[in-house]
């Protein structure tokens, strides 16, 4: 089998019925099957899947487990010679999953692809970050990016001026549509599971780049991302407690305790000034 596509869901329930006609109408050529993992959604998306789409295999979960674990649950199952890990709220375009594979399949040292996303208007959606540093992080927790948006901490970090029509190895992807050879899965393990949610996909990226692979944009293949649509439920200030938790493991765990230590003592502020966001109406937090 070419490939296995892999959605996690949570309380998306119109979202995931679109994502999955597209990709059944959207996908030929190659042999592929498709496994939902519903993280305890209880909204009807669950028996949606069961009652009109029989041909997916479905997994329901008793608790929400958050994104690592979750995905984790249709890696293990996966039967493809790629996985792809595929959020509920996208829609894909133009046979996407088949030119990804023929992406991925023809560069050997490749470990991890991702297409190019589009907004719903079909506006790209910047999806190509460079890998987080203590200063970049230290300075969005702040808001920062938002003021002073070309210091060049930050214009590193979001990769300003990264050329999108073009196929390159770059520092991570995102995880809204993260296509991976199984075997990398094999050899360098599955998504850390210490993530609930955000910086697990960065955190692999890191991993598979350390132990000599590359990850790869293509321009080749277009998917839409609606975006934050099941984290958008979840209130600013948690999922501000959420980004800030992940953000500190990852530091930790490819930077070491200081600097670890340094961000942690952003940590009241940052949670301050995302309660101020969420008084103004103005929160909105990660790319989830």
Same mark, same amino acid.
């Given at each position: 089998m070419d490939l296995s596509v892999v959605i996690l869901n949570w309380k998306v329930k119109e979202l995931l019925?679109?994502?999955?006609?597209?990709?059944?109408r959207e996908t030929s050529d190659i042999d592929f099957e498709v496994i939902v993992v519903d993280n305890d959604s209880r909204d009807?998306?669950? =028996?949606?899947?069961?009652? =009109?789409?029989?041909?997916?295999?479905?997994?329901?979960? &008793?608790?929400?487990?958050? !994104?690592?674990?979750?995905n984790n649950v249709g890696i293990r199952v996966a039967k493809g010679e790629f996985v792809?890990?595929?959020?509920? &709220?996208?829609?894909?375009? =133009?046979?996407?999953l088949a030119k990804m594979v023929a992406a991925i399949r023809a560069n050997p040292d490749v470990a991890v692809c991702g297409p190019t996303l589009l907004n719903a208007d079909g506006s790209l959606q910047p999806?190509?970050?460079?890998?987080?540093?203590?200063?970049?992080?230290?300075?969005?927790?702040?808001?920062?990016?938002?003021? !002073?948006?070309?210091?060049?901490p930050i214009r590193e970090y979001f990769a300003s001026g990264f050329d999108y029509l073009a196929p390159s190895s770059v520092d991570q992807v995102m995880g809204a549509a993260f296509m991976v050879r199984r075997t990398v899965f094999e050899e360098s393990g599955l998504l850390d599971e210490r993530y609930f949610i955000w910086f697990e996909e960065v955190d692999f990226c890191k991993r598979v780049i350390d132990a000599g692979h &590359?990850?790869?944009?293509?321009?080749?293949?277009?998917?839409?991302h609606h975006g934050g649509e099941s984290f958008?439920?979840? !209130?600013?200030?948690?999922?501000?407690?959420? +980004?800030?938790?992940?953000?500190?493991?990852?530091?930790?765990?490819?930077?070491?305790?200081?600097?670890?230590?340094? +961000?942690?003592?952003?940590?009241?502020?940052?949670?301050?000034?995302?309660?101020?966001?969420?008084? !103004?109406?103005?929160?909105?937090?990660?790319?989830?």
């Open positions: 019925r679109q994502c999955l006609i597209s990709v059944y009807g998306s669950a =028996e949606m899947v069961t009652r =009109e789409f029989p041909q997916a295999r479905l997994i329901v979960n &008793d608790r929400n487990v958050g !994104f690592a674990a979750g792809i890990l595929l959020n509920p &709220d996208t829609e894909l375009r =133009e046979n996407a999806s190509v970050r460079r890998f987080p540093t203590p200063a970049s992080q230290a300075l969005v927790m702040l808001k920062l990016h938002n003021l !002073f948006p070309r210091i060049k &590359d990850v790869m944009y293509t321009p080749e293949a277009h998917i839409i958008g439920q979840v !209130f600013g200030p948690k999922k501000q407690h959420y +980004l800030n938790s992940s953000l500190l493991k990852y530091i930790r765990k490819h930077y070491g305790l200081a600097p670890a230590v340094g +961000l942690a003592l952003l940590y009241p502020l940052s949670m301050a000034l995302a309660w101020v966001a969420e008084f !103004f109406g103005l929160s909105g937090t990660g790319r989830r």
